[in-house]
Nanobody
């Protein structure tokens, strides 16, 4: 079992920054691929970023590339998402997810088997 808890969401003006964190339970966190997804009202859940077990490989969705940075600290069982230059279209519920099966980064939400409860990010114009 893996328990994921997100934090750091909130309301920010366009152009601002937020940092999301996800704390994970379990002794084998360092083996998991971790991802951040988001879902806006009326839209499908989409991948924001993902990182492999060591942090040596990352993936970013096209709309956030160059603005967001994913990182992980395996000693603290945490994964973070630094979000800069935020836009109103970044408004969504952001979810942390763990893929405990694959070694390589997966971009499909169906490949992730554990999810956090989500944290709201609202960017005002």
């Amino acid at each position: 079992q893996v328990h994921l808890v997100e934090s750091g969401g909130g309301l920010v003006q366009a152009g601002g920054s937020l940092r999301l964190s996800c704390a994970a339970s379990g002794r084998t966190f360092s083996r998991y691929v971790m991802g951040w997804f988001r879902q806006a009202p009326g839209k499908e859940r989409e991948i924001v970023a993902a990182i492999n077990w060591s942090g040596s490989a990352t993936y970013y969705g096209g709309s956030v590339k160059g603005r967001f940075t994913i990182s992980r600290d395996n000693a603290k069982n945490t994964v973070s998402l630094q979000m800069n230059s935020l836009k109103p279209e970044d408004t969504a519920v952001y979810y942390c997810a763990a893929d405990t099966y694959r070694m390589g980064i997966a971009t499909n939400s169906d490949d992730y088997d554990y999810w956090g409860q989500g944290t709201q990010v609202t960017v005002s114009s």
